[in-house]
């Protein structure tokens, strides 16, 4: 790799360049965070709108409107940082305050998560954040042996489907059917009931309906929908839309926790000493919405990449996960069982997926605001930053900056094998932190970084173990905000 020492985090304090203005203005008013929305969702899209402007302010740190911004929303004015050593600062929660920053300049309105600001809105300082977060980590562990098994049922289900669909129109759509599937599967394994079971607090055979419905109307603001874009604009990006458009919803998803999660609702107060009624609506939020677009906007993404590079290696793939699974299996078992071990034992299909990671993962934008004035470092220039400014960042840029990583816009299913792999990993930052770094109560990292990484390999797994190989259709495509993708046959395993 070219020169990953030079986005190595460095002392801002004395910086190292000399002190420029950071490029960019804000235009007039309302019309300047008017006018960069309207580019930014419609005439330039998400990627063009900071590549035009990267390229004009010849600077990978420049102002610009976030959005939504005014009449509807709050101020919007920020700072984009769109290379791996100005992001860097966002990894550092000595130096950014995320209280309510997630989506940038706004918080959806509380009426959405209970009335609760909930743990993905707090800051590190906030002692509710350490509470949660450990919450989260209990439960990922205690949880841990039904991970496996849980998706085992869901993917079979769902692969199920995914023959008859193919054997009846010849193609099977797979971004809503592996939402289902995530769904499930999450309820299944942390809160131990399928949505759609029949009996008291179930969500029913439409619970995919339920969530897309809560989802669309809270985060509105930055949705991206089928819809012709001036009434995407006008309905979702100009104003807000009032949580009362989802009552409905919302109480059936807080009626299934209460009923449901009693497990984890014990935990939560016995040993955590938090609010039952809090904890239904936290939790609502991180599986609703972390670990479920979290994880299932990963498999559209895996399909695609894998359709693309075709069957020699998906056979390569297919061979490795077999060959693991095989020697990892439990004494005197028939051996199609995927182990814990098995997947630590898959390095190509792990590299698969950290790749796939670094050019799509399932969320783009990471946000925090200033907690003091200081010197932020670009690769070429240094800046002053004053406290209190809305910092951001944008993966696509981020974990594509060609100081860092060789041929960053193609995928290269390899490229975290070996020493050259190892060297690079610290830079691959999906989860808001580093790849060589772990998730903790006093980070803002992802809680399921290891065991997202290790869900996503399952899925592939489970597909080699049920096919030799598959083909997606021609009309495919992914992008930042769209994945659209379906699959065109599924060829059975055949020995
Ligand atoms: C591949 C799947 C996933 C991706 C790409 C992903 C990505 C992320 C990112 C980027 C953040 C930081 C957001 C920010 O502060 O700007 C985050 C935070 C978080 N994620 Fe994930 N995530 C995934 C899976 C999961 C799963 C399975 C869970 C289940 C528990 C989860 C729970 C959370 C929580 C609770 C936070 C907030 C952490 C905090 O506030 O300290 N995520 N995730
Ligand atoms: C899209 C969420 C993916 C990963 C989840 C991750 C990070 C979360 C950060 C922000 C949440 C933004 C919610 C986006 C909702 C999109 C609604 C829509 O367009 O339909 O946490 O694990």
Not at 56 to 65: A, E, I, W, Y
Request: neutral net charge; aromatic residues 10%.
């Amino acid at each position: 790799m070219s020169k990953p020492a030079a986005a190595a985090p460095s002392d801002p304090s004395k910086p190292s360049k000399p002190l420029k203005e950071v490029p960019g203005s804000y235009g007039l008013p309302v019309l300047g965070a008017v006018k960069d929305r309207l580019d930014f969702y419609w005439f330039q899209g998400d990627t063009e709108f900071f590549r035009i402007r990267m390229e004009q302010h010849k600077s990978t740190v420049f102002r610009v409107n976030y959005s939504p911004g005014p009449p509807g929303y709050p101020d919007s004015r920020g700072i984009i940082l769109l290379d791996q050593k100005s992001f860097s600062v966002l990894l550092d929660n000595s130096k950014v305050d995320k209280s309510d920053t997630l989506l940038g300049p706004y918080i959806p309105n509380l009426a959405f998560t209970g009335g609760y600001r909930v743990l993905p809105y707090l800051d590190t300082s906030e002692a509710k954040h350490t509470a949660y977060k450990d919450l989260i980590f209990e439960l990922l562990h205690v949880n841990s042996s039904r991970i496996i098994p849980e998706y085992n049922k869901v993917f079979a289900e769902t692969a199920g489907s995914w023959e008859e669909r193919i054997a009846k129109s010849g193609k099977a759509e797979v971004f809503a059917s592996s939402d289902a599937m995530i769904t499930r599967f999450l309820l299944r394994t942390i809160v131990h009931k399928d949505p759609a079971e029949p009996g008291p607090a179930s969500l029913g055979p439409k619970f995919r309906d339920t969530y897309q419905l809560w989802t669309g109307v809270n985060f509105a603001g930055i949705a991206h929908t089928p819809l012709p874009h001036f009434l995407e604009e006008l309905l979702f990006h100009t104003f807000r839309l009032p949580p009362f458009l989802v009552k409905k919803q919302y109480k059936a998803l807080a009626n299934f926790y209460r009923t449901h999660a009693t497990e984890a609702l014990d935990l939560a107060e016995k040993k955590y000493g938090l609010d039952r009624e809090e904890t239904v609506h936290q939790l609502i939020l991180i599986l609703g919405i972390n670990a479920r677009l979290g994880l299932h906007k990963m498999i559209p993404a895996l399909i695609y990449y894998l359709g693309l590079l075709g069957e020699d290696f998906q056979a390569k793939i297919a061979a490795e996960v077999r060959s693991a699974v095989h020697k990892n299996r439990a004494q005197g078992e028939e051996g199609v069982n995927i182990t814990t071990q098995a997947l630590l034992e898959m390095p190509l299909l792990r590299s698969t997926v950290l790749e796939t990671l670094r050019l799509t993962p399932s969320i783009f934008y990471m946000y925090g605001r200033a907690r003091e004035d200081m010197v932020i470092e670009s690769h070429d220039a240094a800046f002053q930053i004053k406290k209190g400014e809305l910092l951001g960042g944008h993966q696509y840029f981020v974990m594509r900056d060609p100081e860092v990583f060789e041929e960053p816009h193609k995928f290269v299913a390899d490229r975290f094998l070996g020493e050259r792999g190892k060297a690079v990993l610290p830079y691959l930052v999906w989860s808001n932190g580093r790849e060589t770094e772990s998730p903790a109560s006093s980070n803002k990292q992802c809680p399921a970084k290891d065991v997202a990484e290790l869900i996503t390999m399952q899925f592939v797994a489970e597909m080699f173990l049920r096919y030799d190989s598959f083909e997606i259709t021609k009309d495919s495509f992914i992008n930042t905000t769209e994945l659209n993708v379906h699959l065109k046959s599924l060829k059975k395993r055949s020995v």
